[in-house]
């Protein structure tokens, strides 16, 4: 089954600095990838994800990058604020649109510092 | 729209007991519906798929006869857990497929003395 690898497991980074964390997974037929943001004894909520048509999505602050080839992903946001504090998780499926149960990495904690 | 309910929140059951919870799509209808598990500190992970008018399909290491699924129909689908042990003390979030992306259920939190 798919397997998802998640980087770092916890990021510190000063507020207004950018954060990035990487995700790889192991099945080549997996095209769905979303990026999801947990806090603490909350939902998971979804803040951006990608099919594997497309090699990167902007939204404000968040994007998202895709390499198919290599089989990784990437979220990166720019000018962290206090409030992006909070754990993020990677996924992948094989069927977009949230059909397909998702496979999750093991999730960072991301904590920016005032 | 498209919100996910989940009930209860958080339960509390002697050991050797069973515990149901229900997940449910407010506003839409859902087809396939989708049970996680999350330890404290660590990621969800995929139990089961829930589809409507089927039974359930496990993944692997997840017993079917202790975690009983039924999704009996478009708007809900419900979870059993049978013969709970503290092992079981976990946070069991509910998520359906909707008309962009799955939606996440709050959760519920469940804890065996």
């Known amino acids: 089954g798919e397997n998802v690898e998640q980087h770092p497991s916890t990021l510190s980074v000063q507020e207004g600095d950018s954060a990035v964390i990487k995700c790889t997974y192991s099945?080549?037929?997996?095209?769905?990838f979303p990026w999801y943001k947990q806090e603490l004894g909350k939902r998971p909520q979804l803040i951006i994800d990608?099919?594997?048509?497309?090699g990167e999505k902007k939204d404000q602050r968040i994007a998202v990058t895709l390499n198919k080839t290599a089989k990784h992903f990437s979220l990166h946001i720019t000018e962290t604020q206090p409030e992006d504090s909070a754990v993020y998780f990677c996924?992948?499926?094989?069927?977009?649109?949230?059909?397909?149960?998702?496979?999750f990495g093991k999730g960072t904690h991301l904590i920016i510092q005032p | 729209g498209a919100v996910v309910s989940q009930h209860p929140s958080r339960v509390i059951c002697k050991s050797g007991t069973s515990v149901k919870i229900e997940c449910r799509s407010l506003?839409?209808?859902?087809?396939?519906m989708f049970w996680y598990r999350q330890f404290p500190k660590k990621s969800l992970m995929l139990m089961a798929t829930?589809?409507?008018?089927?039974?359930?399909?496990?993944e692997q290491g997840v017993e079917k006869d202790k975690f009983l699924i039924n999704h009996a129909s478009l708007t809900l689908s419900t979870l059993t857990v049978t013969s709970a042990h503290p092992e079981d003390s976990s946070f069991y979030i509910c998520?359906?497929?909707?008309?962009?992306?799955?939606?996440f259920g709050p959760g519920t939190r469940l804890t065996v003395t």
């Open positions: 998520s359906a497929t909707g008309p962009y992306e799955q939606y």
């Open positions: 099945d080549s037929a997996s095209n769905y």
């Open positions: 990608i099919r594997s048509n497309v």
């Open positions: 996924a992948a499926s094989k069927v977009g649109g949230g059909a397909d149960g998702l496979t």
């Open positions: 506003d839409f209808q859902a087809t396939t």
């Open positions: 829930s589809n409507e008018g089927s039974k359930a399909t496990y």
